[in-house]
T-cell receptor, first 113, second 116 residues
């Protein structure tokens, strides 16, 4: 069965430090890949997506992610974290267009001064 | 424009009661999805529609759960004879699905259901 793994349940970084959140998926072909962010009491907001083409994608709020087929990974990065980035981050995959998403369990990001 | 809206935002009900959760998608969006999110987990798929047709209901936990989208717009997720294990955040999403560029799903704020 298709699955998404986010190995890190909780990460703490200092404000201004770089960030990388890991995501691995299990599927035989190239899926549609997404990163969503969920702030407390808020809905899920799309940060970025990958469908095809350039494997390095840019998103909102200064985030980027790189698709690596050989590693079945789609890790999220940000060069300098801001306190407002503290939230829960979810990686998700769709195994064809316009189909339900399979989500990872999420990584909670805490930002300290 | 308006995003996906859900109502109620919070629902507390007693075990054994029926509840109806409403989702109003972005105007013109073809596809509508229902997910359930337990605390500390990612959203899990329940069911989805293209227009008014239910495409997949394999994620519904049991026959107490049902969903409809009779006119291809607003959708209702109904849970009959609620149980405490039904307590969760229920999330709705919609997508345009007209081109590959529109496969992203836009999520509503969710309905927090608590069964006592």
């Amino acid at each position: 069965a298709q699955s998404v793994t986010q190995p890190d349940i909780h990460i703490t970084v200092s404000e201004g430090a770089s960030l990388e959140l890991r995501c691995n998926y299990s599927y035989g072909a190239t899926p549609y890949l997404f990163w969503y962010v969920q702030s407390p009491g808020q809905g899920l907001q799309l940060l970025l997506k990958y469908f095809s083409g350039d494997t390095l994608v840019q998103g909102i709020k200064g985030f980027e992610a790189e698709f690596k087929r050989s590693q079945s990974s789609f890790n999220l990065r940000k060069p300098s974290v801001h306190w407002s980035d503290a939230a829960e981050y979810f990686c998700a995959v769709g195994f064809s267009g316009n189909t339900p998403l399979v989500f990872g369990k999420g990584t909670r990001l805490s930002v300290i001064a | 424009g308006a995003g996906v809206s859900q109502s109620p935002r919070y629902k507390v009900t007693k075990r054994g009661q029926d509840v109806a959760l409403r989702c109003d998608p972005i105007s013109g969006h073809v596809s509508l999805y229902w997910y359930r999110q337990a605390l500390g987990q990612g959203p899990e798929f329940l069911t989805y529609f293209n227009y008014e047709a239910q495409q997949d209901k394999s994620g519904l936990p049991n026959d107490r759960f049902s969903a409809e989208r009779p006119e291809g717009s607003i959708s209702t997720l109904t849970i009959q004879r609620t149980e405490q294990r039904d307590s969760a955040m229920y999330r709705c999403a919609s997508s345009s699905a007209r081109t590959s560029a529109s496969y992203e799903q836009y999520f509503g704020p969710g309905t927090r259901l608590t069964v006592t």
